[in-house]
């Protein structure tokens, strides 16, 4: 199934029967911090570490294209990248679907 947009359908199924809703990329990069860090704390995350749980997700999904590099964990087992490359200035829809590309092979 090369088709684009079916393939993204499939995703934002999959999530909704995983989670119950559909979430926004918001949440999908949040969830994917999470898988990526690979550990759920004892208490909620604070808004700085939700910051830096998506951060984790965009960098983890940039290393399939060679933006990033993953180079370790810190003394708390959070993952930390190197950048590679600059991401390439693009327009908002352009950046979008690049990183719902991202996804869709991350979940795959």
């Given at each position: 199934m090369d088709n684009f947009d079916e393939r993204w359908a499939d995703t934002?199924?999959?999530l909704t029967e995983r989670f119950g809703k559909v979430p926004?990329?918001?949440?999908i990069l949040f969830?994917?911090?999470?898988?990526e860090l690979g550990k759920m704390p004892r208490k909620?995350?604070?808004k700085e570490q939700k910051q830096d749980l998506m951060h984790i997700a965009v960098c983890t999904l940039l290393?399939?294209?060679?933006?990033?590099?993953?180079?370790g964990r810190d003394e708390d087992g959070w993952p930390h990248f190197k950048?590679?490359?600059a991401v390439p200035?693009?327009?908002?829809?352009?950046?979008?679907?690049?990183?719902?590309?991202?996804v869709i092979n991350y979940f795959e």
């Open positions: 934002e199924k999959m926004d990329m918001e949440g969830l994917i911090g999470v898988n909620k995350f604070s290393t399939q294209l060679g933006y990033y590099e993953f180079v950048e590679l490359e200035v693009q327009g908002l829809n352009n950046q979008e679907h690049m990183l719902r590309e991202c």
